[in-house]
């Protein structure tokens, strides 16, 4: 079956750096999405890799290693509004979204 | 503001009502998803339209019944839902092709609660 793997919740220092992992086993790969929801809204959209390494945005960061089925979205500075759901999604063989269930962030002063 | 809109945004049914949520996407998008999201789960896709005709269903239950009249609307039609069924049903749209990259782009999400 097709599983992706992240943490429930997190929790980090407001101005320090936090990393989410995700792990993936799917069935074919056409790149991996990570999606940031706040609560009571709409995922919006973070990053997307196909290759591997770091892509780098401004504060956010997501890295990819195909071979090792796994990413990460690293988060610097962090900031009191980065207190949010992280959801990391994969697209399979027939380019669908298989997603995990999120990683609920919580930012303190 | 993501350019996909949806209404209501919360909803409280009777297992014997019959209603629907509306979906509307302003980005010229030629797929639309429905999702729903219960609390500490993954996203569970429940039905793709692509150039308005259906191509995924994931084994939804009847209760739930999609219509798709254009590109740019999406509606999801609840009849004789059950109390499991209360969750976030969230709408999306994306530009589809193969090969593609395929960014969706979420609605603000239905709260359904079924009594």
């Known amino acids: 079956g097709q599983n992706i793997d992240q943490p429930t919740e997190m929790t980090a220092t407001e101005g320090a750096i936090v990393q989410i992992n995700c792990t993936y086993q799917?069935?074919?790969?056409?790149?991996l999405f990570w999606y940031q929801q706040h609560a009571g809204e709409a995922p919006t959209f973070l990053s997307y890799n196909v290759l591997d390494g770091l892509e780098e945005k401004g504060r956010f960061s997501s890295f990819l290693s195909r071979s090792k089925g796994y990413s990460y979205l690293l988060l610097k500075e962090l900031q009191m509004k980065d207190s949010a759901s992280y959801l990391c999604?994969?697209?399979?063989?027939?380019?669908?979204?298989?997603w995990g269930a999120g990683t609920k962030l919580i930012i303190k002063p | 503001e993501t350019g996909v809109t949806q209404t209501p945004r919360h909803l409280v049914m009777g297992m014997t009502n019959k209603k629907s949520l509306k979906c509307e996407q302003h980005?010229?998008?030629?797929?639309m998803y429905w999702y729903k999201q219960s609390a500490k789960k993954p996203l569970e896709l429940m039905f793709v339209y692509s150039l308005e005709e259906r191509v995924e269903n994931n084994s939804v239950p009847s209760r739930f019944s999609p219509e798709c009249p254009n590109s740019s609307h999406l509606f999801l039609h609840l009849h004789t839902l059950q109390p499991e069924d209360s969750a976030l049903y969230l709408c999306?749209?994306?530009?589809?092709?193969?090969?593609?990259?395929?960014?969706?782009?979420f609605g603000p999400g239905t709260r359904l609660t079924v009594l």
């Open positions: 980005l010229g998008h030629n797929a």
């Open positions: 799917t069935s074919g790969f056409n790149g």
């Open positions: 999306a749209s994306s530009q589809a092709g193969t090969g593609g990259y395929n960014e969706q782009f």
């Open positions: 999604a994969v697209m399979d063989s027939n380019y669908q979204l298989i």
